[in-house]
């Protein structure tokens, strides 16, 4: 599924949050911190639950929470082609080396969790009161956002394309939604130009986990 549409009437709060690569401590304390109700508010993840990090079993679990949503990012891709499609060189070279070092029974566990992977979908689309915010790994590949359209989903989990010439000054806001949040890029603070926001700020690496609130 490439698209998921939300609507923010049925939450409180929504939340978004970068990257979490296995910090499921950070982010339990994020969410303290910012009071988050669990039976009123909504955290939407810009994908890269796993890998790298302490825990990426505990971020895995977030996927059968009512209260938790999340785009597929690059790590999720990679996991999914080597337990589906055998393809294990580049998830191993890629922080994928914990779940090889799992046990039979708890490999056999861990499978069952990453397949839930195979339902998150490439673009989230939020419609808020006033606005559409949409949320997805690395890019939205177009100049103009169209709920639907076909765009290469390999750019949507892997592309820097957009985030370097931003950071060169060059860009331009992409049309047909309101603001964009992407991770992928660690970044020492999140990158805002035009409507497009990189909220990766690498917290597997120590730094802060960031959680923006859009609603
Ligand atoms: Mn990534």
Sequence with gaps: MMYQYLNGENWRHIYIVGDL????????EQLLACR????????VAVGDLIDRGADSLGCLALLNEP????????????ALNAIGEGIHQQWLMNGGEWFYQLDG?????AKHALNRCREMPLI???LLDDKIVVVAHADYPATHYAWGAEVDSSAVVWSR?????????????????????FGHTPLSTPLIAYNQHY?????????????????
Excluded at 21 to 28: A, I, P, T, V
Excluded at 161 to 181: H, M, N
Excluded at 200 to 214: I, K, M
């Design 67 to 78: 209260w938790f949503r999340s785009v597929r990012g690059n790590h999720e891709e990679m």
């Design 124 to 126: 989230l689309h939020l």
């Design 21 to 28: 690569h296995g910090c499921r401590q950070l982010l339990d």
């Design 105 to 109: 029974s708890r490999m056999i566990a």
């Design 199 to 215: 909220i990766d700020t690498g917290a597997v690496f120590g730094n802060p986990l960031t959680v923006v609130q859009v609603q």
């Design 161 to 181: 394309s957009r985030i370097e010439s931003l950071q060169k000054k060059q860009g331009a806001p992409i049309i047909g939604a309101d603001a964009f949040y």
């Design 36 to 43: 988050f109700d669990i039976d009123q508010d909504l955290l």
